[in-house]
Structure formats: structure tokens, C-alpha cells
Nanobody, 122 residues
Framework: QVQLVESGGGLVQAGGSLRLSCATS????????MGWYRQAPGKQRELVAAITSGGSTNYADSVKGRFTISRDNAKNTVYLQMNSLKPEDTAVYYC????????????????WGQGTQVTVSS
């Protein structure tokens, strides 16, 4: 069973930076888009940033200019560089892989990481 393995969360002061990483646990055939979502206590999960296999990106308005998503297709890894962090960025961050195929004959399906906590203190 393929898993998405996340790393890089933690506690940081406002204005600081963190870099999240997410990689597949084994070699897979293909992934369409990869992205990061977040969920704060009492709130719905929301898209933070996404990147297609071709490199097109999409960001939530609240993180534009502060966060940068990137991807290494050869390693099936996606990164989220988070700069100028604010207390309102505090949440559990989840990695998502859209339309992942383990082999060419597999049906595509979505996968989620287990989540990594990001806490920004004021």
C-alpha cells in the first residue's frame, strides 16, 4: 500500500520559515497534481497550494507571496516552503496526491498523508 510520508512540521515564531516535504513510500508510475491542504481546529480543510506534473501552480490567496510549492517528479516528492509565517497559519498540513497510479494498469486514485502539525507562535 503506497503511503505519502510527510516531514518538516514544527513550532516556529511568527515571521519564521518552515519547509514541508512529502514523498511516496515506494516507486509509482504517475501522479497528476500534488498539493498541500491544511485544517485548523474547528475549521474545514482548505487548499493551501497545488502543483501539476507540468509545474503549474495554484495558491490560496492567504499564502500568496509567502509560500512556494515545488515538485521533484523523479522522486515523486512535493515541497512547501513557508516564509513569513503567521499565527493564523497554525494547522495540521496534509499532503495530497491526485490521480496516483502505482502501475500503468491501476485505476487512478487520490492519496493523503497522515498530516504534520505546524504551529506559529505570536
Amino acid at each position: 500500500q503506497v503511503q505519502l510520508v510527510e516531514s518538516g512540521g514544527g513550532l516556529v515564531q511568527a515571521g519564521g520559515s518552515l519547509r514541508l516535504s512529502c514523498a511516496t513510500s515506494e516507486i509509482i508510475f504517475s501522479i497528476n497534481a500534488m498539493g498541500w491542504y491544511r485544517q485548523a481546529p474547528g475549521k474545514q480543510r482548505e487548499l493551501v497550494a497545488a502543483i501539476t506534473s507540468g509545474g503549474s501552480t495554484n495558491y490560496a490567496d492567504s499564502v500568496k507571496g509567502r509560500f512556494t510549492i515545488s515538485r521533484d517528479n523523479a522522486k515523486n516528492t512535493v515541497y512547501l516552503q513557508m516564509n513569513s509565517l503567521k499565527p493564523e497559519d497554525t494547522a495540521v498540513y496534509y499532503c495530497n496526491a491526485d490521480a496516483l497510479r502505482i502501475t500503468p494498469r491501476d485505476n487512478a486514485r487520490d492519496y493523503w498523508g497522515q498530516g504534520t502539525q505546524v504551529t506559529v507562535s505570536s
